[in-house]
Structure formats: structure tokens, C-alpha cells
């Protein structure tokens, strides 16, 4: 499986400042998607980060609040725009290489605190 | 109702120990089905994709039963170092969105 990784780790915020998180990955990949996990929860995909257009997002997510870049098939961005304390959030970003599987493969995830 | 649900747990069981998860799912059109493993403060990793006719990896057994919408996971001979959070994921045919359960948190006792 692909090698991912996530900058930062961690951060602690401001409300109202935004993070833009990273994501790299060793080896060409058709799908990018970004999760969110709050605290005791399981994971909910924000937008699936789509090379060469705009991301597709889930209901309940909006560009304005999380915009993501995806400029070519091994990177992509998440920003966490305008933040408050609810998006304290471990967000997580997952790939597919394309293969006949559905099979994601996870990130290490930025653990946002927001204060 | 959630798409997909697990019962929370937690499930504390002994060394040795077979212990079972269900999960289950009420979109119909799901159509593929995963169990990944998340150790605390990590990153979910995937454990076993789930076929409709059922596979086995040592001593993981996953089922599915389309019948009655739900998939299992058997776990036997349990280690200590299966304790973690088992989540059931079930995906849309023909689409990669995930859609994941609670988790189920095992703690295997020594």
C-alpha cells in the first residue's frame, strides 16, 4: 500500500485563523479524501479531493469553510478556514490506487486544536 | 438510525478468547465492506475487505449476509495486541465514499 504522509501532526489555533493541512503520498494515486474524526467519534468524509477539478463534497461540508487543493496525483490540501473550537478534530486524509478495489488507505492525521 | 451501526462496546475478554463483532447496514445498495483497526491516537488501517462469500486471514474471520444486512468479524485465539477499536465500513456500489460504524473497542485481558 501507499506511503502517506501528513503535515502538521498537531497544531493548536487561534478561532478564527485557518490551517491549510498536507498531504503527500509516495506514488501516484486516482482517489484523495479527506476525513474528519472528533473526539470519540468515528470518521466522517468531508470531500473526496478530485485531481484537476473541484473536490466533491458531502452534505454538511462546504469550499468556503473546508477548501481543498488537489494539484496533481500524489498531493493535496485541506484548509480548515475561519476556525472555532468545534473543528477541533483529528482530519485524516485516505487513498485509492485506483485498483479494481475500494480499499482506502489512511494517513497518520493532524490532530487540530482549536482554542 | 445510522447507515451503518456497532454496539459500542467495550468488549473485555481473556487471552485466548474467540470473540465476535456484528455490524450492521441499511442502505441496500452498499455493496462493498470493510474492517479496519484503529489503535488509540492512530490512524484506522485496514484489517480485512469483506467478500460475499465470506474470507479468512489467520485468525480473522469476516462474513457477510446481505439477507439481513450485516457483516461480522471473528476473532479467535485473541492477543493482547488485538485490543483496539474494530470499525465496519460499508461503501456504495460503484462509488468510493466510505461510510464508517461507531467502532467496537476490544480489550483482550491477560
Known amino acids: 500500500s501507499a506511503v502517506i504522509s501528513q503535515k502538521p501532526s498537531r497544531d493548536i489555533c487561534q478561532r478564527g485563523t485557518s490551517l491549510t493541512i498536507q498531504c503527500q503520498v509516495d506514488?501516484?494515486?486516482?482517489?484523495m479524501f479527506w476525513y474528519r474524526q472528533q473526539p470519540g467519534q468515528s470518521l466522517t468524509l468531508i470531500a473526496t479531493?478530485?485531481?484537476?477539478?473541484?473536490?466533491?463534497?458531502e452534505s454538511g461540508f462546504v469550499i468556503d469553510k473546508f477548501p481543498i487543493s488537489r494539484p496533481n496525483l500524489t498531493f493535496s490540501t485541506l484548509t480548515v478556514s475561519n476556525m472555532s473550537p468545534e473543528d477541533s478534530s483529528i482530519y485524516l486524509c485516505?487513498?485509492?490506487?485506483?485498483?479494481?478495489?475500494?480499499?482506502?488507505?489512511f494517513g497518520p492525521g493532524t490532530r487540530l486544536t482549536v482554542t | 438510525r445510522k447507515e451503518v451501526e456497532q454496539d459500542p462496546g467495550p468488549f473485555n475478554v481473556p487471552e485466548g478468547a474467540t470473540v465476535a463483532f456484528n455490524c450492521t447496514y441499511s442502505?441496500?445498495?452498499?455493496?462493498?465492506f470493510f474492517w479496519y483497526r484503529q489503535d488509540c491516537r492512530k490512524e484506522p488501517k485496514l484489517l480485512m475487505s469483506?467478500?460475499?462469500s465470506g474470507n479468512e486471514d489467520g485468525r480473522f474471520t469476516a462474513q457477510l449476509n446481505r439477507a439481513s444486512q450485516y457483516i461480522s468479524l471473528l476473532i479467535r485465539d485473541s492477543k493482547l495486541s488485538d485490543s483496539a477499536t474494530y470499525l465496519c465500513?460499508?461503501?456504495?456500489?460503484?462509488?468510493?465514499?466510505?461510510?464508517f460504524g461507531t467502532g467496537t473497542r476490544l480489550k483482550v485481558l491477560a
Open positions: 485516505s487513498v485509492n490506487s485506483g485498483s479494481s478495489s475500494y480499499e482506502q488507505y
Open positions: 506514488s501516484q494515486v486516482t482517489m
Open positions: 479531493a478530485n485531481q484537476g477539478s473541484e473536490a466533491t463534497y
Open positions: 442502505n441496500s445498495a452498499s455493496q462493498s
Open positions: 469483506v467478500y460475499s
Open positions: 465500513v460499508a461503501s456504495t456500489s460503484g462509488t468510493y465514499k466510505y461510510i
